[in-house]
């Protein structure tokens, strides 16, 4: 028998009550990834076609899965919330394969391996039922049933329906199973509600199979590997651990952290061999870093590439864009909306640049704003220049051709061109294009009048005096009679 034989259950209808927030907490993301794809996309891999049972904010579910695209994804309503046995129990008209996957929606840390150790578990002993349990040595960690075995017997039961004397159980259920559909179709219809909170539960249907002689296997993963998410607090120790979990792959693969606790890093990233990433670094998905980089302080890098032996300096912001070898960016530079940065270039301190392309070894070190600019090789962008490139209504294009000088403190008003090696002077305003090595000065003439200064200050002063009120004065104090 092969995978293709299986059917997936993701549930995610439940109504996240202990987040304590708005929304469900299945749209909230650990690592970049929004907590109901980490299954889904598991079992998408897997190929197994899967069915996600939704009913607490069930649009923002389906929305936050359907982004992604996956193929064999199908949604089922669960009306009325009456536990994980009723959501499994309205999807029996859906079932179509010999065995029935069932996870949790709010499990992002289970790895790929847990699952297929448990598929091969149950199909190769022909069980009828088989599931992930752990050991949970943490009285504090609240929430999982818990796996009661007694000879060949093995029953689960919620924490909330022990004895007080069975709380110390650390042998918990995973809330990961699979079901032989010929045995789920008998015992789906036998399920009841609990005495205490009136749901069903789906762990009722391995007390079942123990009462009836059906066979029950079970496969063992660590801990940290099926803890599922039920609070902000839950999902801060979840994203701690995978992030650990990131960072170590890196490491093992030539990357230095220099500081591994302080640093965010999401799925969905790639780094080159050689590379150092330094404290307070933000990494986000869709990011690739080439090789030999150097990525200094609490920069954030969103959505871009970042070819071999680049420099990140300090403070900086990289947002969808492109940066080409041996390029230097900041300290406290921002890049947003592809901008793409040419060989050896310098894009540097409290310079903003976006949709703007710099060619190779072209330098804009200091104070400027470069937006719909195409800035050619060799070009260097003074401190103070800026493209005016809005008008209120659209926005127009700057190119500055290679071997361009632009002076600083200029205002280049688009659309404009400026040539190949022309110059700008200091503190113009250029309106005009200006042709291949042409010279270009927008400015008042300076005038100049020896010892004026001192003039100039005795002026200041006696239009001071002359408009500063006296000092009220003062009546003297009456004598209390």
């Not at 904010?57 to 536990?83: C, D, T």
């Not at 029996?92 to 069932?102: G, M």
């Not at 979840?238 to 490491?251: F, G, S």
């Not at 061109?417 to 200006?434: C, H, K, L």
Request: hydrophobic fraction near 40%.
């Amino acid at each position: 028998m092969t995978k293709q034989t299986i059917q997936g259950i993701v549930l995610a209808a439940g109504k996240s009550s202990r987040f304590k927030t708005d929304g469900t907490k299945l749209q909230y993301t650990l690592c970049g990834q929004e907590m109901i794809m980490f299954p889904v996309k598991l079992l998408n891999q897997l190929t197994i076609p899967t069915s996600i049972v939704i009913g607490h904010k069930k649009e923002l579910v389906m929305s936050v899965v359907n982004a992604y695209n996956l193929p064999n994804i199908s949604f089922i309503e669960q009306k009325e919330q009456k536990g994980t046995g009723h959501a499994l129990k309205i999807t029996q008209s859906s079932w179509n394969s010999d065995h029935i996957l069932v996870m949790n929606g709010d499990m992002p840390l289970v790895s790929i391996d847990i699952v297929e150790q448990l598929i091969d578990t149950h199909l190769s002993l022909s069980a009828d039922i088989s599931f992930v349990k752990a050991h949970n040595q943490d009285p504090m960690i609240k929430g999982y049933g818990r796996v009661i075995k007694k000879g060949s017997s093995v029953t689960i039961k919620e924490e909330r329906d022990l004895p007080a004397d069975a709380l110390d159980i650390c042998c918990v259920n995973a809330g990961i199973y699979i079901f032989k559909r010929s045995f789920l179709d008998i015992a789906i219809n036998h399920l009841t509600s609990s005495s205490v909170t009136g749901e069903w539960y789906i762990t009722d249907l391995i007390n079942f199979a123990n009462a009836h002689k059906y066979s029950v296997e079970t496969v063992d993963a660590p801990f940290d590997k099926i803890r599922g998410v039920n609070t902000l607090k839950e999902l801060w120790e979840a994203e701690y651990i995978k992030r650990a979990e990131l960072i170590a792959h890196w490491m093992n693969n030539g990357v230095q952290f220099s500081a591994a606790p302080h640093i965010q890093i999401d799925i969905d990233v790639t780094i080159g061999s050689g590379s150092l990433i330094g404290p307070g670094m933000i990494i986000k998905k869709g990011t690739s870093i080439g090789h030999n980089c150097r990525l200094e302080a609490y920069s954030t890098i969103t959505a871009s590439t970042i070819g071999d032996n680049v420099i990140i300096l300090p403070y900086s912001v990289i947002n969808e864009s492109h940066i080409e070898a041996h390029a230097t960016i900041g300290p406290m530079a921002h890049l947003r909306g592809q901008v793409h940065v040419g060989e050896y270039s310098h894009v540097g301190s409290f310079v903003e640049a976006t949709k703007t392309t710099f060619g190779a070894h072209s330098k804009a070190k200091h104070l400027a704003y470069l937006g719909n600019a195409d800035i050619g090789s060799q070009v260097n962008i003074g401190a103070g220049v800026i493209t005016a490139n809005y008008n209120g209504v659209s926005k127009s294009k700057t190119t500055i051709k290679d071997g361009a000088h632009i002076g600083a403190l200029n205002a280049l008003i688009a659309p404009i061109t400026i040539g190949e090696n022309a110059i700008t002077a200091a503190g113009s305003t250029i309106t005009d294009s200006i042709a291949d090595n042409g010279f270009a000065i927008a400015r008042t003439y300076q005038i100049t009048k020896n010892d004026y200064a001192t003039q100039l200050r005795a002026k200041f002063t006696a239009e001071k005096e002359q408009t500063t009120p006296s000092a009220p004065i003062k009546p003297a104090p009456t004598e209390a009679l």
